[in-house]
């Protein structure tokens, strides 16, 4: 086992001390999110192939365990850099997901984030309120909301 291709560290520790023990353990997946971040990098198109083979045809060998936080987490590396419409994807793509109306809501702030950092108002306020709508207690979509309409 390795972690320098897994991001879900706890599932190595524990699979590790049940070893020591001489209990049974199970060799934690790869992390989605690793692989996922490189690829979009690189080409995110591709990428984004890479993702649906996986949801498809590898998830015996990727933890897609939360499926969304990977993505999510995905977008943000690309926001990190700049990379705000294939951040914007990304996020649109998770909220095509079976999650929680909280979850919805964050991916729909962070989508609205975006279009703030790109000066388009109008869509960013449409998307504040969309992540408001999944999730009345937002708190940080209605102050960005709050300071959009000002």
């Known amino acids: ?6 991001f879900k560290v706890n599932a190595l520790t524990n699979s590790i001390i049940a070893i020591l023990k001489g209990q049974p353990y ?3 997946k790869r992390s989605l999110y690793l692989d996922l971040r490189e690829k979009v990098l690189a080409d995110f198109d591709q990428g984004i192939a890479f993702y649906r083979d996986v949801r498809e045809h ?7 365990s939360f499926e969304i936080g990977d993505l999510v987490n995905t977008g943000k590396y690309l926001m990190h850099r700049q990379r705000f419409d294939e951040a914007i994807r990304l996020f649109e793509l998770s909220t095509t997901l079976p999650v929680q ?3 919805y809501s964050y991916a729909y702030q962070l989508i609205a984030d975006c279009y ?4 388009l108002k109008q869509l960013a306020i449409l998307y504040y309120q969309k992540a408001i709508e999944k999730d009345p207690t937002n708190e940080n979509a209605k ?4 300071e959009l309409l000002r």
């Open 116 to 119: 703030t950092k790109k000066g």
């Open 58 to 64: 590898q998830q015996n060998r990727y933890d897609l």
């Open 101 to 103: 109306p909280n979850d």
């Open 1 to 6: 086992m390795t972690n320098s291709q897994q």
């Open 26 to 28: 199970t060799v934690p």
């Open 143 to 146: 102050g960005y909301l709050a």
